[in-house]
């Protein structure tokens, strides 16, 4: 565990100042807590060590490694070796229904702890345990995170795999199955009487008071770097699934991702950046960001062409993107307009039809947040945001099973009926 030599520092997001990787903050102190850093890395030593037809031969986000700012993390056949590697399929008949010959489906809930968060989480452990942080709490430090739901499942999870106590603070509100989940995995839970916004101003304070290590999305550089291996994954496994000549790799032309603090969509882009940059692709795809109508911050900004991203009161069944001020949202929104891409935003009964649509024609099964990004692509094929043989991947951000009472929501109720062949004849016309 040393950290690689390739990672160079950080830059300011916002004022373009940079941090040599010694740097003990999270953001740059110029912009109070929103001055997030983008990690930098030398390509050029990256480039000369591995070449994308020669990666380590695992099934996994650490077959990236060569690409990420931590040192091998260990933990060899643990949850936290198991994040990432998540299966990319066709949807031929998904994609049939909008007239499109070319949808892929990349599935995130595949994940050890069901969501896309696992990525963020592995990194940011193996970071903490590679530099030391946080306050020891028995033999081990504490690390922290504010979370709908998912990230906190995550990081209980990725820590639970290899000892590390953390401390979880979520909204009251968050569904049961991703509270049952934190306590499962053995965290410190604290639901706090308030949103998601109000649980990450608390945590931070209470990890200043305590001196934990901070996991909170965006806030941690590592977040993005974690995220930034689902965008290597899915340009690998096209090139894979379609025979694409190498020696690099082939890019999808979109990219449909749902957005709530916008880490993810921004944690896509730099991977994208990151090959680009090595030539491993000659392209970077246009990233659609798809928010709920009722949690739509960055998709405003985006359409009024501003900089500055205002917060709304946010109130969708997508709990995982019910976000009043995104805290990553200025990088997503950039990340949209320099590839060229859109936002969109989808009701909430369009996300429950999008649930049903992935499970009936895909056989994948999406919590509400995942579902967004399949229901902003209905959208976006009939307004002519995307052409019929474009490749396009939408991401599944979260399993279904997180929230069954959006999934009964949309999938119905079942037929109940008497003991006799006749009841089942009867229920079958
Ligand atoms: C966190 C999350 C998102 C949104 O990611 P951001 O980085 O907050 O934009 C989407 N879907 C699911 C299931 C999530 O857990
Ligand atoms: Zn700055």
Not at 55 to 71: D, T
Not at 90 to 116: H, Y
Not at 260 to 284: Q, Y
Request: net charge neutral; proline share 6%.
């Amino acid at each position: 565990m040393t950290i690689p030599p390739h990672f160079l520092g950080y830059r300011c997001s916002l004022c373009g100042e940079t941090f040599d990787r010694d740097y003990a903050g999270y953001v740059c102190p110029a912009h109070g807590d929103l001055g997030n850093l983008d990690v930098e890395l030398d390509y050029a030593a990256i480039g000369a060590a591995v070449s994308p037809r020669a990666l380590p031969a695992e099934a996994s986000l650490w077959r990236y490694l060569p690409l990420l700012p931590v040192g091998d993390p260990g933990f060899v056949g643990t949850p936290l070796r198991a994040a990432g590697g998540t299966p990319l399929y066709r949807a031929t008949r998904l994609g049939a229904a909008l007239g499109l010959t070319n949808l892929w489906l990349k599935d995130d809930g595949r994940n050890p702890t069901a969501s896309f968060k696992d990525r963020a989480s592995a990194v940011v452990v193996a970071r903490a345990r590679e530099i030391g942080a946080g306050v020891p709490r028995g033999l081990e430090r504490v690390v922290v995170t504010a979370s709908t739901g998912n990230a906190g499942a995550a990081l209980a999870g990725m820590a639970g795999a290899v000892g590390q106590p953390v401390v979880i603070f979520a909204p009251e509100t968050a569904p049961p199955a991703k509270v049952a989940q934190l306590l499962i995995f053995g965290a410190r839970v604290l639901l706090v009487r308030g949103n998601y916004d109000q649980a990450f101003d608390l945590s931070l304070a209470a990890a200043r008071e305590f001196g934990w290590y901070v996991r909170n999305t965006g806030y941690n550089a590592f977040t993005a770097e974690g995220k930034k291996t689902a965008a290597f994954e899915m340009c690998e496994q096209l090139t894979a699934a379609t025979n694409a000549p190498g020696p690099g790799w082939a890019a999808p032309d979109v990219v449909f991702v749902s957005v709530g603090d916008g880490n993810i969509l921004s944690g896509l882009h730099k991977g994208l950046v990151d090959l680009a940059a090595l030539g491993w692709i000659n392209r970077v795809p246009r990233l659609i960001g798809v928010q709920a109508e009722g949690s739509a911050a960055c998709a405003r900004a985006w359409a009024d062409g501003c900089e500055t991203i205002a917060p709304v009161s946010a109130n969708t069944l997508a709990d995982s993107i019910n976000v009043d001020l995104p805290r990553d949202g200025l990088r997503a929104v950039r990340a949209v307009r320099t590839t060229r891409g859109a936002f969109v935003t989808v009701s909430d009964e369009a996300i429950l039809e999008a649930i049903a649509a992935l499970g009936r024609d895909a056989a994948v099964f999406a919590e509400p947040a995942g579902a967004a990004a399949y229901a902003g692509l209905v959208q976006a094929a009939q307004r002519g945001l995307v052409r019929a043989n474009e490749t396009i991947v939408v991401v599944n951000t979260g399993s279904g099973l997180k929230d069954v009472k959006a999934a009964r929501q949309a999938a119905g109720r079942p037929q109940v009926i008497d003991l006799s062949l006749e009841a089942v004849r009867r229920a079958l016309v």
